[in-house]
């Protein structure tokens, strides 16, 4: 479903990705690993229209992607939960979902439809409807952001480190969503710096390092290579 192909991009003069390749499969959720500056971030951004590459191929569903703007990205069927403090704090919960579908605002009764089954899968949007985002926990703040996300009902989902700052009940609940999403369709690219918990969603792992593609497989391969036990597990089991 989406493709790098030699990759290249960065900011200013300088590239922080290098000739990055990247397959992930309809239906899989693939994870990118590595060190801090790694690149991570910087292939979600490429692949969401919001960093231009400076060389190679980004295709998605067959057609290239790469260079689009990030509007025209998202109605071909991509759309990123960002790391942190991505909501409106003033408005309300509902305000804030109902942005995600401001590319169908003018087909209302697709709009309703999109958001009451977004109400029914994710309690939150129904529970804290007319709160104001700023008063949520982390936890359901993260909810929220998947809820807008959906409402544009993507084919790829993008995460940018889906566990940052959650309690490991909001944790549970965040990972059991994206596998839920997964197991109805959407395929999923996620960035996560909890190694363990990120190959344990995944289907497939990928480790950046120094903007290159150090290591891919399957998540079990790479949960199970030496390097990676060593470098981010603590040391592999004995």
Known sequence: MLTLAGVTAGYGGGDVLRGVDLVCAAGSITCIVGPNGAGKSTVLRVVSG???????????????IGGLPP??????????????????????????????????????????????????????????AGD????????????VEIARCLMLAPGLILFDEPSLGL??????????????????GATVLLVEQNVRLGLGL???????EGGQVRLHGTAAEVLAHPEIADLYLGGAPR
Do not use: K
């Open 132 to 143: 104001a985002a700023g008063n949520l926990s982390g936890g359901q703040r993260r909810m």
């Open 71 to 128: 509007e025209e990205v998202l109605r071909r069927g991509v759309a990123q939960v960002p790391q942190s403090q991505a909501l409106f704090p003033s408005m309300t919960v509902r305000e804030n979902v109902l942005m995600g579908g401001y590319l169908i605002r003018r087909d209302r009764a697709l709009l309703r439809s999109r958001y009451r089954a977004i109400e029914r899968r994710i309690p939150i949007v129904a529970e804290r």
């Open 50 to 64: 919001l960093l231009r590459p400076r060389a190679g191929e980004v295709g998605f569903s067959g057609r290239p």
């Open 202 to 208: 995944a289907s497939h792992g990928l480790v950046l």
């Open 167 to 184: 309690d490991p009940r909001s944790l549970a609940a965040v990972a059991a969503l994206i596998r839920e999403l997964n197991a109805e």
